[in-house]
Protein backbone atom coordinates (compact mmCIF):
# COMPACT_ATOMS: atom_id res chain seq x y z
CA UNK A 1 0.00 0.00 0.00
CA UNK A 2 1.69 3.37 -0.88
CA UNK A 3 2.27 6.14 1.77
CA UNK A 4 0.00 9.13 2.13
CA UNK A 5 0.01 11.05 -0.60
CA UNK A 6 2.19 8.90 -3.03
CA UNK A 7 5.21 10.66 -1.00
CA UNK A 8 3.54 13.43 -3.82
CA UNK A 9 4.52 17.04 -2.12
CA UNK A 10 2.17 18.52 -4.61
CA UNK A 11 -0.56 16.54 -2.69
CA UNK A 12 0.87 17.30 0.91
CA UNK A 13 -0.97 20.63 1.25
CA UNK A 14 -4.51 22.45 2.20
CA UNK A 15 -6.60 21.44 -0.01
CA UNK A 16 -7.58 25.92 -1.31
CA UNK A 17 -3.82 26.19 -1.67
CA UNK A 18 -4.10 24.69 -4.64
CA UNK A 19 -5.96 27.65 -5.50
CA UNK A 20 -3.64 30.67 -4.29
CA UNK A 21 -1.80 31.06 -7.35
CA UNK A 22 -4.77 33.11 -9.14
CA UNK A 23 -5.02 34.70 -5.74
CA UNK A 24 -1.71 37.05 -5.42
CA UNK A 25 -1.73 40.42 -6.99
CA UNK A 26 -1.03 40.90 -10.57
CA UNK A 27 2.83 41.23 -11.23
CA UNK A 28 3.57 39.42 -7.78
CA UNK A 29 7.21 38.04 -7.60
CA UNK A 30 8.38 37.32 -4.28
CA UNK A 31 6.40 35.84 -1.22
CA UNK A 32 7.58 35.95 1.63
CA UNK A 33 6.95 34.68 4.90
CA UNK A 34 8.26 33.75 8.44
CA UNK A 35 7.58 31.12 11.05
CA UNK A 36 7.36 32.08 14.91
CA UNK A 37 5.95 31.16 18.62
CA UNK A 38 3.65 33.75 19.59
CA UNK A 39 3.13 32.42 23.03
CA UNK A 40 2.11 29.46 24.73
CA UNK A 41 2.55 27.48 28.00
CA UNK A 42 6.45 28.25 28.34
CA UNK A 43 8.28 31.35 27.29
CA UNK A 44 10.93 29.43 25.50
CA UNK A 45 11.01 27.17 22.53
CA UNK A 46 13.47 24.85 21.43
CA UNK A 47 13.57 24.75 17.94
CA UNK A 48 14.30 21.12 16.34
CA UNK A 49 12.85 19.00 12.93
CA UNK A 50 12.92 21.36 10.18
CA UNK A 51 15.83 19.00 8.94
CA UNK A 52 13.66 15.98 9.02
CA UNK A 53 11.44 17.46 7.39
CA UNK A 54 13.61 19.06 4.35
CA UNK A 55 15.20 15.89 3.92
CA UNK A 56 12.40 14.06 4.05
CA UNK A 57 10.32 16.02 1.92
CA UNK A 58 12.33 19.03 -0.21
CA UNK A 59 15.72 17.42 -1.41
CA UNK A 60 16.37 17.00 -4.53
CA UNK A 61 13.91 16.44 -7.75
CA UNK A 62 10.69 16.27 -5.94
CA UNK A 63 8.55 17.23 -8.85
CA UNK A 64 7.86 14.32 -11.60
CA UNK A 65 5.24 14.51 -14.71
CA UNK A 66 3.99 11.28 -13.05
CA UNK A 67 3.42 13.80 -9.75
CA UNK A 68 2.36 16.40 -11.53
CA UNK A 69 -0.75 14.68 -13.65
CA UNK A 70 -1.39 12.28 -10.32
CA UNK A 71 -1.89 16.03 -8.58
CA UNK A 72 -3.68 17.82 -11.57
CA UNK A 73 -6.30 14.58 -11.82
CA UNK A 74 -6.93 14.40 -8.13
CA UNK A 75 -7.21 18.19 -7.99
CA UNK A 76 -9.96 17.90 -11.00
CA UNK A 77 -11.58 16.11 -9.44
CA UNK A 78 -11.62 17.00 -5.88
CA UNK A 79 -11.70 21.00 -6.07
CA UNK A 80 -13.20 21.13 -9.91
CA UNK A 81 -11.13 21.24 -13.28
CA UNK A 82 -8.78 24.17 -14.30
CA UNK A 83 -8.03 24.75 -10.63
CA UNK A 84 -5.08 23.29 -10.40
CA UNK A 85 -1.56 25.32 -11.60
CA UNK A 86 -0.57 22.76 -14.34
CA UNK A 87 1.63 25.39 -15.31
CA UNK A 88 3.43 26.55 -12.64
CA UNK A 89 4.14 22.83 -11.74
CA UNK A 90 5.70 22.21 -15.48
CA UNK A 91 7.89 25.31 -15.20
CA UNK A 92 9.24 23.71 -12.19
CA UNK A 93 9.91 20.43 -13.82
CA UNK A 94 11.39 22.07 -17.14
CA UNK A 95 13.14 24.87 -15.68
CA UNK A 96 14.65 23.53 -12.19
CA UNK A 97 14.55 19.80 -13.18
CA UNK A 98 11.25 19.29 -10.29
CA UNK A 99 13.94 21.10 -7.66
CA UNK A 100 12.04 23.53 -5.47
CA UNK A 101 13.17 27.22 -6.56
CA UNK A 102 12.75 28.34 -2.77
CA UNK A 103 15.29 29.33 0.23
CA UNK A 104 14.97 28.48 3.99
CA UNK A 105 16.59 30.26 6.24
CA UNK A 106 16.20 29.28 10.38
CA UNK A 107 17.88 29.24 13.45
CA UNK A 108 20.22 26.32 14.13
CA UNK A 109 18.06 23.40 15.77
CA UNK A 110 18.37 23.18 19.23
CA UNK A 111 18.09 26.68 20.05
CA UNK A 112 16.50 27.72 22.78
CA UNK A 113 14.58 31.18 21.97
CA UNK A 114 11.73 33.30 23.58
CA UNK A 115 8.63 33.16 21.75
CA UNK A 116 7.62 35.98 19.70
CA UNK A 117 11.01 35.49 17.46
CA UNK A 118 11.61 34.96 14.18
CA UNK A 119 12.77 31.29 13.44
CA UNK A 120 12.31 30.39 9.99
CA UNK A 121 11.77 32.41 7.07
CA UNK A 122 10.63 30.89 3.44
CA UNK A 123 11.02 32.66 -0.03
CA UNK A 124 10.58 31.60 -3.57
CA UNK A 125 13.87 32.02 -6.04
CA UNK A 126 11.96 32.47 -9.16
CA UNK A 127 9.73 35.27 -9.63
CA UNK A 128 7.73 32.85 -11.42
CA UNK A 129 7.13 30.59 -8.35
CA UNK A 130 5.53 33.27 -6.01
CA UNK A 131 2.94 30.95 -5.04
CA UNK A 132 5.14 27.95 -4.11
CA UNK A 133 6.11 30.04 -0.50
CA UNK A 134 2.78 29.21 0.90
CA UNK A 135 2.01 26.09 -0.71
CA UNK A 136 4.47 24.78 1.37
CA UNK A 137 2.97 26.22 4.58
CA UNK A 138 1.09 23.48 5.58
CA UNK A 139 4.31 20.88 5.59
CA UNK A 140 6.92 23.00 7.11
CA UNK A 141 4.26 24.40 9.82
CA UNK A 142 4.52 20.61 11.20
CA UNK A 143 7.74 21.24 12.71
CA UNK A 144 5.61 22.43 15.50
CA UNK A 145 5.05 19.11 16.87
CA UNK A 146 8.75 18.20 17.33
CA UNK A 147 9.57 21.39 18.60
CA UNK A 148 6.96 21.47 21.35
CA UNK A 149 7.36 17.78 22.12
CA UNK A 150 11.34 19.09 22.92
CA UNK A 151 10.11 22.27 24.76
CA UNK A 152 8.11 20.18 26.97
CA UNK A 153 10.79 17.48 27.82
CA UNK A 154 13.71 20.66 28.15
CA UNK A 155 10.89 21.93 30.19
CA UNK A 156 10.99 18.90 32.87
CA UNK A 157 14.61 18.43 32.47
CA UNK A 158 14.73 22.01 34.28
CA UNK A 159 13.09 20.33 36.61
CA UNK A 160 14.43 17.46 37.81
CA UNK A 161 18.11 19.47 37.39
CA UNK A 162 16.74 21.31 39.70
CA UNK A 163 15.88 18.77 42.49
CA UNK A 164 18.72 16.81 41.96
CA UNK A 165 20.50 19.99 42.48
CA UNK A 166 19.13 20.52 46.14
CA UNK A 167 18.58 16.83 46.88
CA UNK A 168 21.84 14.93 45.06
CA UNK A 169 23.93 17.43 44.71
CA UNK A 170 25.24 15.58 41.60
CA UNK A 171 23.69 15.61 37.54
CA UNK A 172 25.28 12.28 36.15
CA UNK A 173 21.78 10.56 36.24
CA UNK A 174 19.89 13.12 34.60
CA UNK A 175 20.05 12.14 31.33
CA UNK A 176 18.41 9.40 31.95
CA UNK A 177 15.53 10.53 34.49
CA UNK A 178 12.76 10.37 31.91
CA UNK A 179 11.97 7.87 29.32
CA UNK A 180 9.64 7.90 26.75
CA UNK A 181 6.69 5.64 26.55
CA UNK A 182 4.54 7.38 24.61
CA UNK A 183 4.96 5.31 21.05
CA UNK A 184 1.48 3.71 21.66
CA UNK A 185 -0.47 6.33 22.22
CA UNK A 186 0.60 8.39 19.55
CA UNK A 187 -1.09 8.77 15.89
CA UNK A 188 1.10 7.22 13.92
CA UNK A 189 4.79 5.58 13.94
CA UNK A 190 5.90 8.34 12.37
CA UNK A 191 4.25 11.01 14.73
CA UNK A 192 5.99 8.66 17.26
CA UNK A 193 9.44 8.97 15.91
CA UNK A 194 9.48 12.61 15.31
CA UNK A 195 7.76 13.25 18.62
CA UNK A 196 10.39 10.93 20.15
CA UNK A 197 13.72 11.94 18.61
CA UNK A 198 12.67 15.87 19.88
CA UNK A 199 12.55 14.21 23.30
CA UNK A 200 15.40 12.37 23.17
CA UNK A 201 17.53 15.78 22.43
CA UNK A 202 17.24 16.18 26.04
CA UNK A 203 17.45 12.51 27.58
CA UNK A 204 18.95 9.11 26.44
CA UNK A 205 16.27 6.87 27.71
CA UNK A 206 13.61 5.80 25.84
CA UNK A 207 10.72 2.78 25.08
CA UNK A 208 9.63 4.64 21.63
CA UNK A 209 12.51 2.68 18.73
CA UNK A 210 11.18 4.89 15.99
CA UNK A 211 12.57 7.98 18.13
CA UNK A 212 16.09 6.71 17.72
CA UNK A 213 15.82 5.35 14.46
CA UNK A 214 14.58 8.58 13.00
CA UNK A 215 18.24 10.19 15.27
CA UNK A 216 20.46 7.46 13.26
CA UNK A 217 18.40 8.43 9.77
CA UNK A 218 18.15 12.21 9.81
CA UNK A 219 20.54 13.37 11.98
CA UNK A 220 23.74 10.98 11.85
CA UNK A 221 23.11 9.42 15.66
CA UNK A 222 23.93 6.38 15.72
CA UNK A 223 22.79 5.32 19.02
CA UNK A 224 20.49 7.87 20.63
CA UNK A 225 18.65 5.98 23.19
CA UNK A 226 19.53 3.27 25.48
CA UNK A 227 16.84 0.94 27.25
CA UNK A 228 16.71 -2.20 29.79
CA UNK A 229 14.89 -5.48 29.85
CA UNK A 230 11.46 -4.33 31.86
CA UNK A 231 8.68 -6.73 32.67
CA UNK A 232 4.74 -5.12 31.48
CA UNK A 233 1.49 -6.59 32.82
CA UNK A 234 1.24 -9.40 30.76
CA UNK A 235 4.64 -10.95 31.47
CA UNK A 236 3.81 -10.63 35.10
CA UNK A 237 -0.48 -11.21 35.61
CA UNK A 238 0.11 -13.83 33.25
CA UNK A 239 1.81 -16.10 36.54
CA UNK A 240 -1.18 -15.58 38.09
CA UNK A 241 -1.74 -13.85 41.29
CA UNK A 242 -1.35 -16.74 43.46
CA UNK A 243 2.65 -16.72 41.83
CA UNK A 244 3.50 -13.23 41.94
CA UNK A 245 6.36 -13.73 44.15
CA UNK A 246 7.14 -16.31 41.03
CA UNK A 247 6.87 -13.86 38.59
CA UNK A 248 9.30 -11.18 40.02
CA UNK A 249 11.91 -14.03 40.77
CA UNK A 250 11.90 -14.65 37.66
CA UNK A 251 13.23 -11.37 36.19
CA UNK A 252 15.55 -11.40 38.87
CA UNK A 253 17.02 -14.79 37.50
CA UNK A 254 16.46 -14.42 33.74
CA UNK A 255 17.72 -10.71 33.52
CA UNK A 256 21.11 -11.44 36.47
CA UNK A 257 23.06 -8.97 35.29
CA UNK A 258 22.34 -5.45 35.15
CA UNK A 259 19.51 -3.10 35.18
CA UNK A 260 16.12 -4.59 35.13
CA UNK A 261 12.58 -3.41 35.73
CA UNK A 262 9.73 -4.59 37.17
CA UNK A 263 5.92 -3.22 36.99
CA UNK A 264 5.08 -4.08 40.43
CA UNK A 265 1.12 -2.44 40.96
CA UNK A 266 -0.69 -5.74 39.47
CA UNK A 267 -2.32 -6.31 42.37
CA UNK A 268 -0.93 -4.45 45.49
CA UNK A 269 1.79 -2.40 45.14
CA UNK A 270 2.68 -2.08 49.12
CA UNK A 271 2.31 -5.95 49.45
CA UNK A 272 4.34 -6.50 46.82
CA UNK A 273 7.35 -3.76 48.33
CA UNK A 274 6.50 -4.75 52.06
CA UNK A 275 6.41 -8.78 51.11
CA UNK A 276 8.11 -10.05 48.25
CA UNK A 277 10.52 -7.55 47.21
CA UNK A 278 11.62 -6.81 50.75
CA UNK A 279 10.73 -10.05 52.54
CA UNK A 280 10.54 -12.87 49.87
CA UNK A 281 12.90 -11.85 47.64
CA UNK A 282 15.10 -9.81 49.85
CA UNK A 283 18.06 -11.66 49.69
CA UNK A 284 18.00 -12.05 45.73
CA UNK A 285 17.78 -8.27 45.58
CA UNK A 286 20.49 -7.43 48.37
CA UNK A 287 22.51 -10.36 45.76
CA UNK A 288 22.41 -7.79 43.13
CA UNK A 289 24.32 -5.18 45.22
CA UNK A 290 26.67 -7.44 46.41
CA UNK A 291 27.41 -8.32 42.87
CA UNK A 292 27.51 -5.31 41.79
CA UNK A 293 24.83 -6.82 38.86
CA UNK A 294 22.68 -3.73 38.40
CA UNK A 295 19.88 -2.47 40.14
CA UNK A 296 16.27 -3.66 40.49
CA UNK A 297 13.85 -0.57 39.47
CA UNK A 298 10.49 -1.11 41.00
CA UNK A 299 7.39 0.55 38.69
CA UNK A 300 4.69 1.50 41.24
CA UNK A 301 2.37 2.87 38.37
CA UNK A 302 -1.06 3.00 40.06
CA UNK A 303 -2.14 5.58 42.14
CA UNK A 304 -1.78 9.14 42.51
CA UNK A 305 1.99 9.41 41.69
CA UNK A 306 3.00 11.63 44.36
CA UNK A 307 1.59 10.08 47.42
CA UNK A 308 2.40 6.29 46.11
CA UNK A 309 6.30 7.28 45.35
CA UNK A 310 6.86 8.43 48.97
CA UNK A 311 4.70 5.27 50.24
CA UNK A 312 7.19 2.99 47.99
CA UNK A 313 9.85 4.81 49.56
CA UNK A 314 9.43 4.62 52.68
CA UNK A 315 8.71 0.70 52.71
CA UNK A 316 11.42 0.18 50.53
CA UNK A 317 13.96 2.14 53.02
CA UNK A 318 11.72 0.46 55.82
CA UNK A 319 13.21 -3.24 54.51
CA UNK A 320 16.68 -2.45 52.81
CA UNK A 321 18.04 0.99 54.64
CA UNK A 322 19.00 3.90 53.43
CA UNK A 323 21.77 6.58 53.17
CA UNK A 324 22.18 9.61 54.18
CA UNK A 325 23.81 11.84 51.00
CA UNK A 326 25.34 15.28 51.72
CA UNK A 327 22.74 17.50 51.17
CA UNK A 328 20.63 15.49 54.05
CA UNK A 329 18.53 13.66 52.08
CA UNK A 330 17.67 9.59 52.37
CA UNK A 331 19.10 7.35 49.69
CA UNK A 332 18.03 3.96 49.00
CA UNK A 333 21.19 1.52 48.67
CA UNK A 334 22.14 1.40 44.69
CA UNK A 335 20.70 -1.79 43.77
CA UNK A 336 17.54 -0.26 44.60
CA UNK A 337 15.70 2.41 42.88
CA UNK A 338 11.73 3.36 41.40
CA UNK A 339 10.74 4.42 37.94
CA UNK A 340 7.07 6.01 37.77
CA UNK A 341 5.68 5.70 34.62
CA UNK A 342 2.34 6.65 34.65
CA UNK A 343 0.27 9.83 35.32
CA UNK A 344 3.36 11.91 34.48
CA UNK A 345 3.81 15.51 33.19
CA UNK A 346 5.47 18.65 33.44
CA UNK A 347 2.94 19.38 36.28
CA UNK A 348 2.79 16.07 38.30
CA UNK A 349 6.35 15.78 38.00
CA UNK A 350 6.83 18.73 40.02
CA UNK A 351 4.63 17.40 42.49
CA UNK A 352 6.20 14.15 42.59
CA UNK A 353 9.33 15.87 43.51
CA UNK A 354 8.35 17.90 45.97
CA UNK A 355 6.10 15.83 47.58
CA UNK A 356 9.55 13.11 48.16
CA UNK A 357 11.51 15.97 49.16
CA UNK A 358 9.27 16.85 51.48
CA UNK A 359 9.28 13.45 53.09
CA UNK A 360 13.65 13.88 53.41
CA UNK A 361 13.70 11.57 49.99
CA UNK A 362 16.86 12.89 47.77
CA UNK A 363 15.47 12.65 44.12
CA UNK A 364 18.04 10.38 42.81
CA UNK A 365 15.91 7.69 44.06
CA UNK A 366 13.18 8.23 41.26
CA UNK A 367 13.20 8.08 37.76
CA UNK A 368 10.11 8.53 35.25
CA UNK A 369 8.63 7.52 31.97
CA UNK A 370 5.88 9.42 30.16
CA UNK A 371 3.47 8.28 27.75
CA UNK A 372 0.72 10.98 26.39
CA UNK A 373 1.53 14.18 28.24
CA UNK A 374 5.11 13.39 26.37
CA UNK A 375 3.81 13.06 22.97
CA UNK A 376 0.23 13.73 22.71
CA UNK A 377 -1.32 15.86 25.19
CA UNK A 378 -0.25 19.18 23.61
CA UNK A 379 -1.37 20.82 20.38
CA UNK A 380 0.02 23.69 17.43
CA UNK A 381 -1.46 25.86 20.00
CA UNK A 382 0.48 24.96 22.82
CA UNK A 383 3.14 27.30 21.96
CA UNK A 384 0.81 29.46 19.31
CA UNK A 385 3.17 28.76 16.08
CA UNK A 386 1.94 30.48 13.03
CA UNK A 387 3.64 30.74 9.66
CA UNK A 388 2.49 33.94 7.96
CA UNK A 389 3.25 36.39 5.08
CA UNK A 390 5.01 39.56 6.46
CA UNK A 391 6.94 40.71 2.36
CA UNK A 392 6.11 40.62 -1.29
CA UNK A 393 7.58 42.11 -4.09
CA UNK A 394 4.64 43.65 -6.38
CA UNK A 395 5.69 45.22 -10.08
CA UNK A 396 8.70 45.68 -8.56
CA UNK A 397 7.87 47.27 -5.02
CA UNK A 398 8.17 45.97 -1.99
CA UNK A 399 5.44 45.71 0.29
CA UNK A 400 5.49 45.03 4.35
CA UNK A 401 2.77 42.77 4.27
CA UNK A 402 1.07 42.38 8.07
CA UNK A 403 -2.16 41.12 9.49
CA UNK A 404 -4.04 42.77 13.12
CA UNK A 405 -7.05 41.27 13.70
CA UNK A 406 -9.40 43.91 15.61
CA UNK A 407 -11.08 40.86 17.35
CA UNK A 408 -7.69 39.85 18.43
CA UNK A 409 -3.99 41.92 19.11
CA UNK A 410 -2.64 38.83 19.72
CA UNK A 411 -2.51 37.34 16.12
CA UNK A 412 -0.85 40.40 15.10
CA UNK A 413 1.89 39.35 12.56
CA UNK A 414 5.39 41.16 11.72
CA UNK A 415 6.41 43.47 8.33
CA UNK A 416 8.66 43.01 6.19
CA UNK A 417 11.61 41.29 5.91
CA UNK A 418 13.23 40.07 9.09
CA UNK A 419 16.96 39.22 10.79
CA UNK A 420 16.95 37.41 14.32
CA UNK A 421 19.72 38.95 15.84
CA UNK A 422 21.30 39.26 19.41
CA UNK A 423 21.35 42.41 21.69
CA UNK A 424 24.11 43.51 23.84
CA UNK A 425 23.39 41.63 26.64
CA UNK A 426 23.06 38.28 24.46
CA UNK A 427 18.88 38.24 24.46
CA UNK A 428 17.42 37.11 21.07
CA UNK A 429 15.28 39.70 19.09
CA UNK A 430 13.69 40.36 15.77
CA UNK A 431 14.01 43.09 13.59
CA UNK A 432 11.01 44.16 11.26
CA UNK A 433 10.99 45.90 7.89
CA UNK A 434 13.97 45.01 6.56
CA UNK A 435 15.96 47.32 9.35
CA UNK A 436 18.29 44.51 10.47
CA UNK A 437 21.63 44.01 10.28
CA UNK A 438 22.14 41.27 7.80
CA UNK A 439 25.93 40.51 9.44
CA UNK A 440 24.41 40.16 12.63
CA UNK A 441 21.21 38.14 11.65
CA UNK A 442 21.41 34.48 13.39
CA UNK A 443 19.11 32.68 10.92
CA UNK A 444 21.19 30.20 8.39
CA UNK A 445 20.02 29.41 5.10
CA UNK A 446 19.51 24.94 5.46
CA UNK A 447 17.75 24.94 2.02
CA UNK A 448 18.35 26.65 -1.05
CA UNK A 449 17.18 25.28 -4.86
CA UNK A 450 16.53 21.65 -3.65
CA UNK A 451 19.72 21.59 -2.07
CA UNK A 452 20.46 21.12 1.99
CA UNK A 453 23.04 23.38 2.73
CA UNK A 454 23.51 22.78 6.42
CA UNK A 455 23.02 19.95 8.32
CA UNK A 456 23.09 19.39 12.18
CA UNK A 457 24.31 16.69 14.00
CA UNK A 458 22.07 14.98 17.13
CA UNK A 459 24.99 15.79 19.61
CA UNK A 460 25.18 19.32 18.50
CA UNK A 461 22.29 19.73 18.93
CA UNK A 462 21.95 18.19 22.38
CA UNK A 463 24.63 20.50 22.95
CA UNK A 464 23.23 23.77 22.25
CA UNK A 465 19.41 22.64 24.15
CA UNK A 466 21.42 21.67 26.98
CA UNK A 467 19.54 23.52 30.28
CA UNK A 468 21.55 26.19 32.42
CA UNK A 469 22.17 23.65 35.54
CA UNK A 470 24.19 21.68 33.20
CA UNK A 471 26.20 24.28 31.55
CA UNK A 472 29.04 24.08 34.23
CA UNK A 473 27.81 20.71 36.00
CA UNK A 474 30.74 17.95 35.52
CA UNK A 475 29.54 15.52 33.26
Not at 62 to 89: C, M, Q
Not at 94 to 99: N, V
Not at 128 to 142: A, M
Not at 214 to 243: N, Q, V
Request: proline letters at 5%; aromatic letters at 10%; hydrophobic letters at 35%.
Amino acid sequence: MASPCNDNLLLATDSYKVTHHRQYPPGTETVYSYFESRGGKFPEVLFFGLQYIIKRWLVGQVVTREKIEEAKAFSDAHLGPGLFNYSGWMHILEKHGGRLPIRIKAVPEGTVIPFKNVMVTVENTDPKCYWLTNYLETLLVQVWYPCTVATNSRAQKTVIAEYLNETAGSLDELPSKLRDFGCRGSTSIESAAVGGAAHLINFNGTATIAGAVLARDYYGCEMAAFAIPAAEHSTITSWTKEREADAYKNMLTTFPDGTVACVSDSYDILHACENIWGSQLKEMVEDRGMRGAGPLVIRPDSGDPATIVVQVLDILGSKFGYETNSKGFKVLPPYVRILQGDGVSYESLKEILANSKGHGWSAENVSFGSGGALLQKLDRDTQKFAFKCSYALVEGHPVNVYKDPVTDHGKISKKGRLTLELDAEGHYFTTTEGRGDAAKDLLVTVFENGELLKEYTFDEIRQRAEVPLCWSAPQ
